[in-house]
């Protein structure tokens, strides 16, 4: 099994993150707080650089109100297609 950091599937996970956040009209820093992390974690999984586990991914659906399954059917409806 490949890695998935950068992958298609990973990119599409952070698109919709990122749309999430913008449709919420909160910056890295206000959803940050809201998570109780510094700023660079929301810029480091919203670029890549990290990946986030299960937990972290429905903590922050929530701050976003967000439906966290529909990301996962989503991006499993289109795994491993190019």
Known sequence: MP???R????????ELLIAARNKAGLTQEQLAERLDKPQSFVSK???GERRLDVIEFIWIA?????DPARAVREIAASYGKK
């Open 3 to 5: 890695k998935s950091l």
């Open 62 to 66: 929530r701050e976003l109100d967000f």
């Open 45 to 47: 999984y919203e670029t």
């Open 7 to 14: 992958t298609p599937d990973h990119i599409r996970m952070m």
